[in-house]
């Protein structure tokens, strides 16, 4: 296979503990042909087998990972896993509180929130597309890490942009038969039955209503930014980025 530049990676911008690394690959510096060029991590999308492979393990090494991460078999749903394994079945979330184990998911549109409180003695992962969102695997994650809501903070990766997430009258309905506040996340489209939804603001607003108030992240668009992002909307046929988050307090 052919020599890769170094990984793409972008960190959080949160005041997470100093032995907390937390964010997102990008979609540069691994070994994978177009389409899922160059840097996939998804093992369900396509890639030849050891592309994938080959790219988990330029992750691990660059990164400087523990452990292998936790990968998870997700399925839209608010499964929560410990990430110290093993972990088995489908789950669309983990947590962490053994220094070696590494928290994941994997994204291409999809929201990825990353967890950790404010003593890094624990964290995880979420993966939260519409459905795990309207579903509530954040509130499962946040129960799961047993901690108190105001010790925690979250990270929103990158996400699809509101001005590009459009979705039907089953999507609004989803969020506001559960909370009439979260009306104020969509837009209504010129047809009928459509509208543009902001998922950033679903997810920091189920955050809250569970006492989780220090969030940070939101704000990019994954269909947006090709050169450093897969998108599912964009080009169906394409990779996934992983967002990651593991403690450097046992090394």
Same mark, same amino acid.
């Given at each position: 296979m052919p020599k890769a530049e170094p990984i793409g990676f972008l960190a959080a911008e949160w005041p997470a503990p100093s032995h907390i690394r937390a964010g997102t690959t990008l979609r540069t510096g691994g070994v994978s042909a177009p389409p899922f060029d160059s840097f996939n991590l998804g093992d369900r999308a396509g890639d030849e087998p050891a592309a994938v492979a080959a790219n988990r393990q330029r992750l691990r090494e660059?990164?400087?990972?523990?452990?292998?991460?936790?990968?998870?078999?997700?399925?839209?749903?608010?499964?929560?896993?410990?990430? %110290? *394994?093993? +972990?088995?079945?489908?789950?669309? @979330?983990?947590? $962490?509180?053994?220094? /070696?184990?590494?928290? =994941?998911? &994997?994204?291409?549109?999809?929201?990825?929130?990353?967890?950790?409180?404010?003593?890094?003695?624990?964290?995880?992962?979420?993966?939260?597309?519409?459905?795990?969102? %309207? *579903?509530? +695997?954040?509130?499962?994650?946040? @129960?799961?890490? $047993?901690?108190?809501? /105001?010790?925690?903070? =979250?990270? &929103?990766?990158?996400?699809?942009?509101?001005?590009?997430?459009?979705?039907?009258?089953?999507?609004?309905?989803?969020?506001?038969?559960?909370?009439?506040?979260?009306?104020?996340?969509?837009?209504?489209?010129?047809?009928?039955?459509k509208y543009l939804a902001d998922i950033y603001a679903l997810a920091r607003a189920r955050l809250e209503r569970t006492g989780v108030t220090a969030i940070y992240g939101g704000g990019l668009c994954t269909i947006d930014d090709a050169a450093r992002f897969y998108s599912y909307r964009r080009e169906p046929r394409t990779g996934r980025m992983a967002s990651l988050i593991w403690s450097t307090a046992g090394g």
């Open positions: 660059q990164l400087a990972l523990p452990d292998e991460p936790a990968w998870l078999y997700q399925v839209h749903g608010n499964r929560v896993v410990d990430a %110290a *394994g093993p +972990v088995e079945g489908e789950a669309d @979330a983990s947590v $962490a509180r053994d220094d /070696d184990a590494v928290c =994941a998911v &994997l994204t291409a549109d999809c929201l990825p929130v990353l967890f950790c409180d404010v003593d890094g003695s624990c964290w995880g992962a979420a993966h939260a597309g519409w459905r795990g969102l %309207a *579903g509530g +695997v954040l509130e499962a994650t946040v @129960a799961a890490l $047993a901690a108190p809501a /105001d010790r925690l903070m =979250a990270w &929103l990766g990158p996400s699809i942009g509101a001005h590009n997430f459009e979705v039907g009258e089953d999507v609004r309905a989803a969020f506001c038969d559960h909370a009439a506040s979260d009306a104020g996340a969509f837009t209504a489209r010129e047809t009928p039955g």
